[in-house]
């Protein structure tokens, strides 16, 4: 299996352009698409749970989101045949397989929020005393 990783990998450069690896990268850090896809970690969703766990996105940006992910390969759409019509999303073996990562950055991100924002508010402090007085 490492094998055809660094096959697959070896001439990939995410500061390269035109490689399309920097779609990927971007599109894991997209802060929709990243929810998401922690959302459906536990199985399969519907549309309207999604919605509930994410918050504030509009239904037509998570059908963009899920649109995309789907064509990525990372979630897959089932549609059950019923009244009224019920769609599920669940996540791909592909789409598992970015939930570590997401856990490792997600745990990060909470863990070193309170130094980011004392940070912002030390930046925010500095430039005001700088500014001439007018």
């Given at each position: 299996?490492?094998?055809?990783?660094?096959?697959?990998?070896?001439?990939?450069?995410?500061?390269?352009p035109?490689?399309?690896?920097?779609?990927?990268?971007?599109?894991?850090?997209?802060?929709?698409?990243?929810?998401?896809?922690?959302?459906?970690?536990?199985?399969?969703?519907?549309?309207?749970?999604?919605r509930?766990?994410?918050?504030?996105?509009?239904?037509?940006?998570?059908?963009?989101?899920?649109r995309?992910?789907?064509?990525?390969?990372?979630v897959?759409?089932?549609v059950?045949?019923?009244?009224?019509?019920r769609?599920?999303?669940?996540?791909?073996?592909l789409?598992?397989?970015?939930?570590?990562?997401?856990?490792?950055?997600?745990?990060?991100?909470?863990?070193?929020?309170?130094?980011?924002?004392?940070?912002?508010?030390?930046?925010?402090?500095?430039?005001?005393?700088?500014?001439?007085?007018?």
């Amino acid at each position: 299996m490492d094998t055809v990783l660094t096959a697959a990998t070896a001439g990939a450069d995410i500061m390269d352009p035109q490689c399309p690896s920097r779609v990927v990268f971007q599109r894991i850090g997209d802060k929709w698409a990243s929810l998401v896809v922690q959302v459906l970690a536990n199985g399969p969703v519907r549309f309207s749970e999604l919605r509930q766990h994410v918050h504030v996105i509009t239904p037509k940006v998570l059908t963009q989101t899920l649109r995309t992910l789907e064509r990525d390969g990372l979630v897959t759409r089932t549609v059950y045949a019923q009244v009224p019509p019920r769609v599920d999303y669940e996540l791909t073996g592909l789409g598992l397989s970015l939930l570590r990562p997401l856990s490792v950055l997600r745990e990060w991100a909470e863990s070193n929020v309170p130094s980011i924002l004392d940070a912002r508010d030390a930046y925010d402090d500095a430039r005001e005393a700088a500014l001439p007085e007018g």
